[in-house]
Structure formats: C-alpha cells, structure tokens
DNA sequence: GTCTATAATCAGATAGAC
DNA sequence: GTCTATCTGATTATAGAC
C-alpha cells in the first residue's frame, strides 16, 4: 500500500519514463511537453508510455512526489539548528528548485493540465513555510536575528518570493538559457542579502567563513 | 508610419479584440487562450479575428505594446524624484502588473507562442532596469537611502523579483485566484520592507505618511 | 469588415496484437 | 511489458462568399 499517486506498474521503465519527464519539463515546460516526446525521449513507445501512466496529469504526479519527498526530507531531516545546518539546508532548497525548476514557471498553467496538485502543492507550500518560520524564529531567539515580529513575516515572504522564482527572473531578465552553478551562487547571495541587515555579527561572521562550493 | 507590431487595420473592433484577449490572457494565460476563445468573448467570428490579427503571435504583441508604453510612460514621465513620486510610481507599477499579469506567468512559455516577444521584452527590462537604478542612486544620493554599493545592486535585483512575482507567488502559495486592492497592498508593503533596513529617518516618515488608497 | 466553411496539424488517449 | 494502429477533439490558420 504505497503512498505514490501512480498505482500500479514498478520497475526500470516507469523509473527511466520519470526522470526524463523531468528533465523534459525543465526543458521546454510541462504544458509544452507531449507524451509522445517524453517516449521517445525515453526510448519507448507512446504507447507503453500509457501503460505506465493511464494519463498525463498521473505522470507529473510522479514527478512532483519525488520532488515533495526531497524537499521534505531536506527540511525536516536532522532538526540541527547550527547556522552553518542553515547554510546548508537553504543551499540544498536552491539546488532542488533547480532541479525541479518546472514547477515554479507557471504554477497555474501547471495546475491546469494536473488539477489534482493544487491541493498537494498547497500542503507542502504550508508544510515548508512552517518549518522556515520555526527557523527564523530559532535564530531569533538565539540572538543571532535581530528582527521585529511584524518584520519577520514579511521577510519570511520575501525570502519565499526570491528563493522561488530566482531562476524566472534570470531567464526573463537576464536572457539566461542554462543555468550554471554561479547562478546558484547569485541566487543564494540574493538571499543571503535578504537576511543581511538582520544579522548579528556572530551570525554574520558565521556565514561568511562558509566555503563557497565550487561544483 | 505607425510604431506597432501588426500592421493593417484600427478601428474599435480592433481595440475591442486587443482588450478582450487581454482579460483572458489574465484569466488562464496566453498559451490557454485560443484565438476561438477571444473571437467569442469578444463578440465576433474567428476569421474576424484573423482579418485584424493574421497570428496569434501578432495579437500577443499588440497587448504587450499597451503593456510597454505604459511602462515606459510610469517610469519616464515626470523626472520629479521626491519621495511622494517614487510612491506613487511604485504603486502605478503594482498596478501595472497586475493589469497586465499574463506577462509574468511564464515568460518562456509566451516567448514560445510569440518569440518576437524575446527581443523587446529584454530590452524593456533593460530600460526600466537602468530608470530604477537611478532612481536608488537619487535616493543615495539625497541621504534619504544609507545602501553600500555592492548591497545596492543586490537590492535592486531583489526589488525587481517580489515586484515581478509577488502575484504568481500569492496565487501558487496563497491560493488566491482574484486580486483584490487589498492584495496590492500587500505586494506594496512587501517592496517597501525591503527598502526599510536601508531608510533614513525622513524617508521613512514620508513614506508612512502617504495614505493607503481605497479602491 | 464580417461571416461560413474547411484545411492542416497535433495533442492526449485507447484497443488489441505480440 | 511493449508495440502498432487508430480515434477523438482541439487549435491555428486560410479561402472565399457576402
């Protein structure tokens, strides 16, 4: 009794099918992504396609799941709460939109061809937000934020807004066609920026012996 | 010798058309909205519509023309920088967004109906990218903004992302499906906490003085 | 300018042989 | 599990009468 929205059918095909819907959805779009080129794509027929998944919107279920269980995991597991645990959790939520990056183009137009993910995408939005207010408010209390509860919430969007659409706002007002791991590192300091005035010293001089990665 | 896109006819059906794609543009997005769809809403036949518009693409463009000038006009119009019109500008923008909102779903996706778009739509970005950056500088410069210069490009860019996407992240994370005036404010006090860290007393008096609008 | 066809294409999806 | 063949419906676009 599996927890995964598609039902029945294991195996390497149903795997590979996935993963090259994913990369296929990065691409050029879910809405803008046919059954017949993830086959193809994935070197099988259309119609064995269908025998894994009866439809399309059951495909970019899939696809979600994987993604809803990596950024669960990413901001649930282990509860350390050290900056440096910060440093790298919000690191790794930058790599995972990257590489689930269909999901955050058009989350209505997304919606449309899969109306069954509103309500999941709506859960784990809350989920997450949760878990980052937790935070914040753990840094806060640690001294190491320096903020006004009614600030807070705000940043907390801005924080969500920035570390969401990042790679739209390169795309669309940079030109960017491929995203290389400097963008990564833009990102991350834009958010880092966010934070900035709120920072303590200890909290600050934290972060910046962080290493940058250099993939 | 006119400065549009599509060539040919005026007139109010023409106008007609152009607004009425405009909604649905809004409504469910450029890619899901057929030109069926504009031609009905907007009381006429299909091949009406294809007589004032002879692509889909055409029509895309002449909607994004009323977008561009628009824009162009709120950011260059009147050079006069106090407080009260950096204001009135950035709200005039948040309302701009919001009009014309499709433009912000999934740039990639519009490009892809209409890849004309790409071209312009870079180079309005530039525009007014370089009009909010001398608007910084004013403000820096007048004392009423205290911003290093290496945090001033990252506040800008950061600017430009929740002033772009604050609507796509209500929608996908808020679950709000129509905007009311009250959502417009919010997105306008999530622009000004941005800027709060780095007001000077004055500014910030002047800016808390500016009455909420109510619409 | 506006309409009535209708073409051309392509999408998601199904039936049934192997 | 995988393939071939096919259906159905929708979408952009055109030709030509009024």
């Known amino acids: 009794m599996g927890k995964s929205a598609a039902s029945s059918p294991r195996g390497p095909t149903r795997a590979r099918i996935i993963e090259t819907a994913c990369v296929l959805f990065n691409r050029n779009g879910a809405e803008r992504t046919t059954t017949r080129a993830i086959a193809e794509a994935a070197g099988i027929n259309e119609g064995n396609l269908y025998y894994h ?9 899939a696809v979600f799941e994987r993604f809803e269980h990596a950024a669960d995991a990413l901001l649930t597991d282990g509860s350390s709460s050290t900056p440096f ?13 990257w590489a689930y990056r ?27 937000q949760r878990r980052v207010r937790t935070m914040i408010a753990g ?3 640690a001294g ?4 006004a509860p009614e600030e807070s919430d705000r940043l907390l969007d801005n924080l969500w807004i920035v570390a969401s659409y990042w ?3 390169l795309v669309a007002h940079r030109g960017v066609k491929q995203i290389a791991p400097r963008h990564l590192e833009w ?18 001089g934290l972060l910046d012996s962080v290493p940058v990665r250099d993939e």
């Open 187 to 204: 990102g991350f300091a834009q958010v880092r920026s966010l934070f900035a005035p709120y920072l303590g010293a200890e909290m600050r």
């Open 53 to 61: 998944f009866r439809s399309k919107e059951l495909l970019v279920l």
């Open 167 to 169: 790679i739209a706002f």
């Open 85 to 97: 645990d910060y440093h790298l959790r919000l690191r790794g939520w930058f790599e995972l939109t």
């Open 139 to 141: 840094l806060t209390e």
């Open 144 to 147: 190491l934020l320096r903020i």
């Open 102 to 128: 269909f999901l955050f183009r058009d989350v209505a137009g997304l919606e449309a061809i899969a109306p069954s993910l509103t309500v999941r995408l709506r859960r784990l939005s809350v989920r997450l």
